[in-house]
């Protein structure tokens, strides 16, 4: 993979979030709040997607380690909702 695209990968995801955070200290409507926070999410979904793009292409043993890294994360994920779902039915 090459350092300068994922560096620009880095750099857009650093940039997508210090936006998605900004999005919170700004007063705006609903719907442009949610908007705007799509289509960050998507930015961010569309950067991810380019750098495993790139991580195809490397050796077997770099592609694992990212899936096995995806894996955990996709765990995480699951995992944090999982707990927020009973966290909202136990205590409205």
Known sequence: MRFSTALFVWVLLVLATVAELALFRIPLDRTVFTVALFGLAGLKALMIAVF????????????????FA????????I???TSMSGMTTTHV
């Open 52 to 67: 495993y793009q790139q991580v195809i292409r490397e050796g077997r043993d770099v592609a694992a380690f990212y899936l």
């Open 70 to 77: 995806l894996l955990v994360a996709l765990g995480l994920i």
């Open 79 to 81: 995992g944090t909702l």
